[in-house]
């Protein structure tokens, strides 16, 4: 198959994903709905769709109208930081063909090592955020050395030792909030304040946005973006991970060093999710709190899916999941339908995602309209030379 017939089946796959997805979402929505006629029911579901799809963006008012919302847009700007690194993280492990799920406690690490740095090292501002982040990435890509190494010399599943490597993390982090690093004069538990030299400062005018959190932080992710789309696609790195997660046996027939690549597609994504949870921690809040998984690697992983581990990708698709979680939550506040939606929406997009026969037929077609048009091609060139 073509390339441009392969990004072609690559993008009606995914809005045919999505609009399953989006079908299944109305129809739970029209279940749940309140009103006590059908007609009553479909005019809930509708007013619950419009919040979902176009809320996000527009206030809807009777008096007002429809209007632009430049606030909701930059909290969507700023819900895409932490999933675009994730997704980044997971796109790299899945390229080496490596499941590593630990995406999810690595930017719970990051953020934690972030915020330490942010807390007890006295720095100059400027060098204070970099260095703290920079820790926090390098601490997970370590930690993602223990799946990484034991997948390449004893072949265990790094999939199950992610997993539980995951909560390793979140109860060695609420043991040692709990018992050292609190701020006991709080009446949670969170740790103390960071210095001001570590906060990373808003991209917009919080009097005009206010309470905005969109920072630097976007802008430094949309960097992260474009260097690995280098490093996967303009370097020799990269072409091994590729090649691996293509066909491993092969790979190593070739001569590629491929225990040493398994490790390093991991520990750089790792170092991704690191970094992503340091530079979410030190540009969204002031003191260290989280006491669970925040979720943002779950949604790393529907993010890859999406982006078929193409780094370019990731930013439309973390667009994509940031404005369905938004909308889902204004359905909440308007319509009173369960925000929990935008879980089933991810779980339905996955399903179709990893069913390898989905859309095959079509695939298949495809397929078989390149072969003809390139033997069409060749007779051409045959009969020219004849």
């Known amino acids: ?73 930059t909290e969507i700007l700023a819900a895409m930081i932490p999933t675009t690194f994730t997704g980044l ?23 934690f090592v972030s915020a330490m740095a942010a807390i007890y090292l006295p720095l100059p501002a400027g060098v204070h955020p970099v260095v703290a ?62 210095r001001e030299t570590s906060v990373i400062s808003p991209i917009v005018d919080n009097k005009i946005f206010s309470g905005s959190k969109l920072t630097w932080g976007f802008v430094i992710a949309m960097v992260a973006v474009i260097l690995c789309g280098l490093f996967m696609y303009r370097s020799r790195w990269g072409y091994a991970i590729r090649m691996i997660g293509i066909n491993q046996d092969f790979s190593k027939y070739s001569g590629m060093n491929v225990a040493g690549t398994i490790i390093l597609s991991q520990v750089v994504g790792g170092f991704l999710a690191g970094a992503g949870g340091g530079i979410e921690m030190l540009g969204r809040y ?64 996955f399903l179709f995602f990893a069913a390898d026969q989905f859309l095959s037929g079509y695939k298949q077609k495809l397929v078989v309209q390149s072969a003809q048009e390139e033997i069409a091609r060749q007779n051409a060139m045959k009969a020219q030379e004849g």
Do not use: H
């Not at 998984?293 to 439309?316: D, E, K, R």
């Open 89 to 111: 993280s997971v796109c790299i492990m899945f390229a080496a063909n490596q499941f590593n799920m630990g995406a999810e406690g690595g930017i719970m690490l990051g953020a």
């Open 1 to 73: 198959m073509t390339k441009k017939r392969q990004i072609k089946f690559t993008l009606i796959r995914t809005l045919v994903a999505i609009s399953i997805a989006l079908l299944v979402a109305a129809l739970l929505i029209f279940i749940s709905a309140g009103g006590s006629t059908f007609a009553e029911k479909l005019n809930a579901t509708k007013e619950a769709l419009k919040q979902m799809l176009i809320g996000p963006l527009f206030r809807m008012s009777e008096k007002k109208g429809t209007s632009f919302e430049a606030k909701r847009f």
């Open 286 to 349: 002031n003191a260290f709190s989280w006491s669970a998984l925040p979720g943002y690697g779950w949604t790393g992983i529907t993010i890859a899916i999406l982006a078929g581990n193409n780094p370019y990708m990731v930013p439309l698709a973390a667009f994509f999941m940031a404005y369905l979680s938004k909308g889902c939550d204004l359905m909440a506040t308007y319509a009173k339908v369960p925000a929990q939606l935008i879980s089933i929406v991810q779980g339905v997009i």
């Open 133 to 194: 982040v920079l820790l926090g990435g390098i601490a997970v890509g370590i930690v993602m050395l223990i799946p990484a190494v034991l997948k390449a010399k004893l072949n265990v599943s790094e999939m199950v030792c992610s997993l539980m490597l995951n909560y390793i993390i979140m109860y060695v982090i609420k043991f040692l909030m709990n018992t050292y690093l609190a701020d006991k004069s709080k009446g949670q538990i969170m740790s103390f304040p960071f």
